[in-house]
């Protein structure tokens, strides 16, 4: 997977935000849901989505969002591309590059505290 560097002492790694914004067919998005969940299963399974969900209240339009660790944004949209959702045009894909500069492990789960 990408990695790139701020500074010897930074290194960092390219994630994709995939926010998923209402599209034209909104209205049926419950109709592909269950084909949309068997999707981001697809996704795990490849090591592709890191984590996923929904947010309390839009942000940037958006209802929710999953965020991708793939090489390149063209990756992310093939991958955007294939889900249900967005396919269906109840959710179009809004992505987004983020440089993962570090990650607090315990606080992500005590369990994982070094």
Do not use: C
């Not at 989505?49 to 949209?77: D, R």
């Not at 992505?95 to 993962?100: A, G, K, T, V």
Request: net charge negative; charged share 20%.
């Amino acid at each position: 997977m990408p990695t790139t560097s701020v500074s010897d002492e930074i290194p960092t790694v390219t994630y994709f935000l995939v926010l998923l914004v209402p599209d034209s067919n909104h209205a049926a998005a419950s109709d592909h849901f269950a084909e949309h969940v068997r999707f981001i299963g697809t996704m795990t399974a490849a090591n592709v989505v890191l984590l996923g969900g929904e947010f309390e209240s839009t942000v940037e339009g958006a209802e929710g969002a999953y965020l991708l660790h793939v090489e390149t944004h063209e990756a992310a949209q093939s991958w955007a591309a294939r889900d249900p959702l967005i396919r269906e045009k109840a959710y179009r894909p809004k992505i987004i590059p983020w440089r993962l500069v570090g990650i607090a492990l315990g606080a992500a789960d005590p369990r994982l505290k070094v």
